[in-house]
């Protein structure tokens, strides 16, 4: 049997920011490429996870899109104006230029595990449909995104239809995890300035900063990114893991019982992890995934939400299991997952 020659993989994404999710998503379809026998660079992903996925290290794109032999767009809501802290905002610019320099080099490009849509801006439905015209195949992590994306003129043979590739995290990554039987709490809203108008959030906040005080000894204080969570100044002896790099995140991750959070790929990545989790989110992709997992009444939209909400989530995560329904569902949606790995040659 003739062993295929190892070509070189560039993935392009949102991995600048140094964010859990992003840089989740990144490393597993590294180690999918590479499994394929492909040699990955991941630009920007940062020195300790390139060394730990034993990927190139690169701090930019500089001669990367001439020396790749295929182009991966992945991770993220990059195909989306409304994912991050400020709606409006986007990584579809970058995404944009690397599909440009993929197709003037000459290469293929393919876009996977997005969300995609809904758009504010104008200048973002061209960018997105652009994008999608010029990728080989564009895969989406939900039917949302799919259906979006239909309204933009993209065709059905073009779009494949899965589930997030942090599903896959336990599968792709090699980690152990630690064990802790704590409760993990992630509630930094700060910057979503947008949800701030909901009358009930100071009292939200405060009863989070209370039970994070009077239960300290059992609460993990969860952040996405390098900064303290913004619970920490109310409890100084809780445990605290922020997040730096993957290889020391993930088992501590691993380790929990349950998660609150308001964040999306904390609740995928728990679900991957067979960790019940609850979100009072901020963004409206963390309703799609909680559908897609059966379960919507764990999920209510941060600017609509109650103090009694927040009070039933805590108290539900307390003593949540998994479930038969909860492992057949996953095992499906890996399947699904799969779907948005399996067309990249």
Known sequence: MAIRKRQRALIVGPYRAHNFGDDLVGAVLAKHLQRQRYDVSIPRLGEANSAWLGTRYASGYEGQFESADVIVLGGGGIMSDTSGAKPGASYLDIVARAGANGLLAGKPVYVTSVGAGPWILDRSRTL????????ERVGVREQESYDHLRQLGITEDKLVLGADLALLTPELLDFRKKPSGKLGLQFDVNAFTDVHPNPDLPAILDALAHYASSHQPDVVLLRNGKAKSEIAPVAPDAELLSYTRLQTYLPRLA?????????????????????????????????????????PERAIDLRTATLDDFKRFIAAAESAQWTDDDEATLQRLRG???KLIAFIK
Do not use: D, W
Request: no cysteine.
């Open 128 to 135: 997105a449909s652009e994008v999608s015209l010029i990728a």
């Open 255 to 295: 380790g929990l019982r349950a998660i609150f959070t308001s964040h999306l790929h904390l609740a995928i990545t728990s679900y991957s992890l067979r960790i019940p989790s609850y979100s009072l989110y901020v963004r409206e992709k963390t309703r799609r995934f909680y559908e897609q997992i059966g379960h």
């Open 336 to 338: 699904e997952a799969r």
